[in-house]
């Protein structure tokens, strides 16, 4: 048994690297889907290379489309696949499988260097890189973001444990590539003093290592500052409240009503991930209007009670108890950044918990680890069943989701049966697999739905485009502006539409009316 563990210390890094690629492999012949078509293939940005856009417009600017996504790393690394191999999507999944191995690799030398005892490590980044929940940002494209930031912040904590200036200056720079990944990367105000408390306790090193952040502070404060003024593209609020969330949009006390709820449902999928799936809309994800609420009580009641068991923890082992109480304060933060304290453009994701996941082991693995020999046995042969039997085969499955669009968004319908981005996904699954009766179906229920949204009398005025049938797509096209004014997608294949049937007058009227202005 000895032997055993000595082979996989000497050997730890490879094997988590090897068993990572393995497991990910069926994510490799996956296409592009949901906001791919916004962030990868149809923005003319990465198409084009545009650096200098990249920095200065939102990340979806590219595709003719206002968000308040500011992704300037991330497209980069689109824009530098697309020169070497084109939109060939393997190696778009391949790189995004890296991307999350780089960041399980920066895990686990972090771990190591805060003194965390090496199973626990070990255990820790291996459920990182493999756990279930984490395929939401893996193995969809435009997720790479959350691997990007949590790879550079950790990497720019490394590089502060040395004390030599050049190496203090490689932290500055890998913790702005961070934020210039996503802005979830603020997150590191909280996270490298939690983990320079699980380091070195709360000692005078403790209070040196936090000076030697002050920089990343300034350097983070000055980004936000940018962020919510030249660099803030739209208004999340009004983005909100244009669905029907105002009461969310705008109250502070019920989005964290709203969060209160919500934080159980994050331990259900933490710990039992079944029935994952992207989108969750007013069906899945409930508002709660009152902090009076059972809730609210059980949320407080939940805190008292993993307080508690830390005090009881740390008075058996202080090393144990600094560690836990790492834990608990590095999933919390990084839930509450994700709570609605900050207005986001999601109520719920699983790739929320991507960051959040370490420290929820590291929290749940002290008490493991702490615990009677007997115990600890049963435990972690638990854990191991629970990794190589459910852990492994629901990862692999839920990749098979992801691998085909129109499984991706038939899944997903169970769920989320009246969203409109999975309606409207899964016609457009059909028409690229060209099977128009399915897509037009499909559109004609999102009108039934929706019938004042614009993209379902937009795609079928484009199916319709496609096929010739020009009276019948000049027919859904101006019904898409009728409803929406401002839905150029539609003025534009307009234009398209009359030149090709040789009606200049048409083409020119829509032209001085949605353009000339």
């Not at 012949?29 to 962030?39: P, Q, R, T, V």
């Not at 082992?317 to 207005?343: D, E, N, Q």
Request: proline letters at 3%; aromatic letters at 18%.
């Amino acid at each position: 048994m000895e032997t055993v563990f000595a082979f996989l210390r000497r050997h730890a890094i490879l094997l988590l690297i090897a068993i990572t690629f393995i497991v990910y492999i069926p994510s490799f012949f996956g296409g592009f889907l949901w906001d791919d078509e916004d962030f990868v293939f149809a923005n003319q940005d990465v198409t084009d290379f545009n650096v200098e856009k990249f920095f200065t417009d939102s990340a979806t600017a590219g595709r003719g489309k206002i968000s308040n996504y500011y992704r300037p790393l991330q497209l980069i690394t689109y824009a530098v696949e697309h020169k070497l191999v084109g939109f060939s999507p393997w190696f778009f999944h391949f790189s995004n499988v890296l991307w999350h191995i780089a960041a399980g690799v920066m895990l686990y030398l972090v771990l190591k260097t805060i003194r965390i005892p090496w199973g626990l490590a070990f255990g820790a980044t291996l459920i990182f890189l493999l756990h279930p929940i984490q395929t939401e940002a893996v193995s969809y494209v435009s997720g790479r973001s959350d691997m990007m930031f949590v790879f550079f912040i950790l990497l720019s904590f490394l590089c502060n444990q040395k004390k030599e200036k050049q190496f203090i200056i490689l932290s500055i720079i890998f913790f702005t590539c961070g934020l210039l990944s996503k802005e979830s990367a603020l997150l590191a105000f909280a996270l490298f003093p939690i983990l320079s408390s699980i380091q070195y306790g709360f000692t005078r090193e403790f209070s040196r290592a936090i000076k030697r952040f002050i920089p990343h502070l300034i350097i983070g404060l000055s980004y936000l500052v940018l962020r919510l003024s030249v660099l803030e593209f739209s208004s999340t609020q009004q983005a909100w409240e244009a669905v029907g969330y105002r009461l969310y949009a705008t109250s502070l006390p019920v989005r964290l009503a709203t969060f209160f709820r919500n934080y159980f449902f994050y331990w259900q999928v933490l710990l039992f991930p079944f029935d994952l799936h992207m989108e969750r809309d007013e069906s899945t994800v409930k508002i709660v209007t009152s902090m009076v609420s059972k809730w609210t009580g059980l949320f407080v009641f939940t805190q008292v009670c993993l307080m508690g068991a830390i005090i009881w923890l740390y008075r058996k082992s202080r090393t144990y108890g600094r560690i836990a109480l790492g834990g608990y304060l590095g999933m919390h933060a990084v839930m509450g950044f994700y709570s609605g304290l900050i207005l986001l453009n999601g109520i719920f994701y699983e790739h929320y918990l991507y960051s959040a996941l370490p420290f929820v082991v590291l929290f749940l693995g002290t008490f493991i680890a702490a615990a009677q020999v007997r115990i600890r046995t049963i435990a972690l042969l638990l854990i191991g069943i629970w990794i190589l039997g459910f852990g492994i085969y629901y990862h692999i499955h839920r990749q098979f989701d992801w691998q085909d669009p129109i499984r991706f968004y038939t899944q997903t319908l169970e769920y989320a049966p009246r969203s409109v981005r999975i309606i409207n996904g899964l016609g457009m699954a059909y028409a690229q697999e060209k099977k128009y009766d399915q897509a037009l179906a499909t559109y004609k229920w999102g009108i039934s739905v929706y019938p004042t949204t614009p993209n379902f009398h937009h795609n079928i005025g484009n199916l319709y485009y496609r096929q010739g049938k020009y009276k019948q797509a000049e027919q859904y096209l101006l019904k898409a502006l009728e409803v929406d004014p401002q839905f150029y997608f539609s003025a534009q294949l307009l234009v398209d539409l009359y030149t090709k049937v040789g009606n200049k007058n048409k083409a020119e009227a829509i032209i001085q009316r949605y353009y000339e202005d």
